[in-house]
């Protein structure tokens, strides 16, 4: 399971203990907030992308989504989504626990700008039902991540 080669990683880095597991699903934004008990912009998703055969994981906080243009500008590609089973292969992480966590060193890990404004965001940890509290500056730490980017806007209500 890829949880717990997410804990094995963890455990390297003596923070095994921070992995959170719940008894309910955390594969969404909305579930992941009523699991951890925050509001769902905390909660940093990770979504997985395929640009010109590059794999690319974009960390972003839960009330954005991909802003096309900005994408397109930086990527040079128009952003196109890995299927669930590209997901899988990829990234050794299932659709629902996808993080950016002990991932292959060919996978592009960015973080974008929006997780910023928070002092602290909930990545899953490689199941449908986990998460770990990290700082922005700990996602830096903690991932082998290219760079910050700009490229989502917040969702409209």
């Excluded at 951890?36 to 009330?63: C, M, P, Q, Y």
């Excluded at 899988?88 to 292959?104: N, R, S």
């Amino acid at each position: 399971m890829a949880i717990e080669i997410v804990r094995e990683y963890f455990r390297g880095l003596g923070m095994e203990e921070r992995v959170l597991e719940f008894d309910v699903s955390s594969a969404t934004v909305e579930l992941a907030a009523q699991a951890v008990g925050v509001e769902g912009a905390r909660i940093a998703k990770t979504l997985s992308f395929n640009a010109k055969d590059r794999h690319i994981l974009i960390v972003t906080a839960g009330d954005t989504k991909i802003d096309n243009a900005k994408y397109k500008a930086f990527f040079g590609a128009k952003a196109k989504m890995l299927t669930p089973d590209e997901v899988l292969e990829y990234t050794g992480h299932a659709v629902g626990g996808v993080c950016p966590f002990a991932v292959p060193n060919d996978v592009e890990i960015y973080l974008d700008d929006s997780l910023k404004r928070f002092e602290t965001v909930f990545p899953a940890c490689g199941s449908a039902n986990s998460a770990i509290e990290l700082t922005p500056s700990e996602l830096e730490t903690y991932t082998n991540y290219k760079e910050w980017i700009d490229v989502c806007k917040l969702r409209e209500a």
